[in-house]
C-alpha cells in the first residue's frame, strides 16, 4: 500500500536515477554505479574518514581503500590530511564531482520553492516541523558518524 511519504520518496528516487542515466549518456561513463552512490554518500556524509565511509556502508577497509582510490584517480573525491591527527586523512568531493554529479539539489530547490508557494507560512512552518522531527527522531539508522 501507498502512503504519501512513499510516492514523494519514490519520485525522488525516480527523479535522481533518471538524471544519473541522463547524465552518463551525455558523457564518456567515467564512474560505474557503485562508485556514483560511493561519492554520493562520501559527500552526504560531509568530510568522512576512509574508516568512517566503511564502517557506514559496511565494508572492509580495504575495500573501502580499494574505492576511494578509484575515486581519487578519476578526480571525484580528495583526501586531505587531518589537522588534528596527521595520521588520518578527511574525504572530500571535488568540484569535478559538484559540476557533474550533485543531480538531486536542483529538483530538490524546485520541489521545495513548489512547496512554499503552495502552501502558507504557516502550513510551511508546519510541514517543515515535520520533517524535522521526522530527520531528528525517527531516522535513526541513518544517522552521520559522530566526529
Given at each position: 500500500?501507498?502512503t504519501?511519504?512513499?510516492?514523494?520518496?519514490?519520485?525522488?528516487r525516480?527523479?535522481?536515477?533518471?538524471?544519473?542515466?541522463?547524465?552518463?549518456?551525455?558523457?564518456?561513463?567515467?564512474?560505474?554505479?557503485?562508485?556514483?552512490?560511493?561519492?554520493?554518500?562520501?559527500?552526504?556524509?560531509?568530510?568522512?574518514?576512509?574508516?568512517?565511509?566503511?564502517?557506514?556502508?559496511?565494508?572492509?577497509?580495504?575495500?573501502?581503500?580499494?574505492?576511494?582510490?578509484s575515486?581519487?584517480?578519476?578526480g571525484?573525491?580528495?583526501?586531505?590530511?587531518s589537522?588534528?591527527?596527521?595520521?588520518?586523512?578527511?574525504?572530500?568531493?571535488?568540484d569535478?564531482?559538484y559540476?557533474?554529479?550533485?543531480?538531486?539539489?536542483?529538483?530538490?530547490?524546485?520541489?521545495?520553492?513548489?512547496?512554499?508557494?503552495?502552501?502558507?507560512?504557516?502550513?510551511?512552518?508546519?510541514f517543515?516541523g515535520?520533517?524535522?522531527?521526522?530527520?531528528?527522531?525517527?531516522?535513526?539508522?541513518v544517522?552521520?558518524?559522530?566526529?
Open positions: 500500500m501507498s504519501p511519504l512513499s510516492d514523494v520518496y519514490r519520485k525522488f525516480l527523479h535522481y536515477y533518471r538524471d544519473v542515466f541522463h547524465r552518463i549518456k551525455e558523457r564518456e561513463q567515467t564512474l560505474s554505479t557503485v562508485e556514483i552512490y560511493c561519492v554520493e554518500i562520501i559527500h552526504w556524509l560531509d568530510g568522512p574518514t576512509i574508516n568512517e565511509f566503511a564502517n557506514y556502508i559496511d565494508i572492509s577497509s580495504p575495500n573501502a581503500t580499494y574505492k576511494v582510490n575515486l581519487i584517480q578519476k571525484y573525491v580528495e583526501k586531505i590530511q589537522t588534528t591527527d596527521k595520521r588520518e586523512f578527511i574525504l572530500k568531493c571535488t569535478k564531482y559540476k557533474y554529479w550533485n543531480l538531486n539539489e536542483k529538483y530538490l530547490e524546485i520541489v521545495e520553492e513548489r512547496v512554499k508557494n503552495c502552501l502558507s507560512p504557516e502550513e510551511y512552518e508546519a517543515n515535520t520533517l524535522r522531527k521526522i530527520s531528528d527522531s525517527l531516522m535513526p539508522e544517522e552521520q558518524p559522530v566526529k
